[in-house]
């Protein structure tokens, strides 16, 4: 079944309640039960689920914001966009920040930032990339037959 974006956060919130608070299953669908008058986070809409989280956090819950990198995808024009695009997949493939591509571009070429990279230092970070990922590949297949 598919949830609305703002249900499923809420849903995300109250089990992560949950888990911080340290309730154990029977205390945490009493409390549901309590709050809403369902015994399940499934059967709550987003309002109620959001009375849930309000009620968390009146007994210690505190919702956090997330962590996310500090560098995001840089702008680039229409004749670099394509090797920004295959940047962010070799990176997503490998696993690693774009931070990563950033510093790539300073040791590679001497430059601050990808968004000052020419099309032809963009083509050499996708092929460094590239290299880097078939090695690590390799290094997986070895570690996996030994």
Not at 12 to 34: A, F, P, S
Not at 133 to 138: E, S, V
Request: glycine share 4%.
């Amino acid at each position: 079944m598919a949830y609305s974006p703002q249900k499923k956060k809420m849903m995300q919130l109250v089990h992560i309640g949950k888990n911080k608070l340290g309730l154990d299953d029977g205390t945490y669908r009493e409390m549901l039960y309590q709050v809403t008058g369902k015994s399940s986070s499934k059967d709550c809409t987003a309002a109620a689920l959001r009375k849930v989280v309000d009620h968390m956090e009146q007994h210690g819950f505190r919702v956090t914001p997330a962590k996310k990198h500090q560098a995001k995808k840089p702008d680039a024009a229409a004749a670099k966009k394509a090797l920004v695009d295959k940047i962010e997949a070799l990176l997503t493939v490998g696993k690693k920040p774009w931070e990563y591509a950033e510093s790539m571009a300073k040791h590679m070429y001497k430059v601050d930032a990808l968004t000052f990279c020419t099309p032809r230092q963009l083509r050499g970070i996708v092929t460094a990339l590239t290299k880097h990922n078939q090695k690590m590949a390799r290094l997986t297949e070895v570690q996996a037959d030994a």
